[in-house]
């Protein structure tokens, strides 16, 4: 498949993703592209769920959308220090369904949900101390 025939279909997806996220955003999480310019980069936050250790906490996240979206996974990194068994020091997120287990049905909300799923309960079997 041509360069700018996966671009396309990639750009089609996110702006779908952002339409329906628009439509009906769920709790405790925001995303959206960082600028008008590209589409490819995306901010992401995640918010402490009320009645968790982590209440009140805002992680933000950065997320790198390959041309070839949904296909391949984006390049996740947390912008905020996390110590975390599934977050590297230069905030990696070792999750996965960011590796062998991505799927093109996943959507960025449903990547950010389980993300912050594992900020409750690490996934250790994923993490930095395998």
């Known amino acids: 498949m041509r360069t700018e025939t ?3 279909c990639a750009r089609k997806r996110l702006e779908f993703e952002l339409r329906e996220y628009n439509e009906d955003p ?10 008008d310019e590209d589409m490819f980069q995306w901010q992401g936050i995640i918010f402490g769920p ?4 982590i209440e009140g906490q805002i992680f933000e996240l950065s997320l790198k959308f390959p041309i070839d979206y949904p296909c391949k996974p984006p390049k996740v990194k947390f912008e905020t220090q996390v110590f975390h068994p ?5 905030g990696s997120v070792y ?4 590796e062998d287990e991505w799927s093109s049905a ?14 409750l309960d690490p996934m250790l079997l994923d993490g930095l101390f395998q």
């Open 86 to 90: 599934n977050i590297g020091v230069d």
């Open 50 to 53: 009320l009645d968790t250790p």
């Open 95 to 98: 999750l996965n369904i960011l």
């Open 6 to 8: 996966l671009e396309f």
């Open 26 to 35: 769920p709790a405790n999480i925001s995303f959206g592209p960082t600028s």
């Open 106 to 119: 996943l959507s960025v909300e449903k990547l950010l949900l389980s993300i912050s799923s594992i900020l």
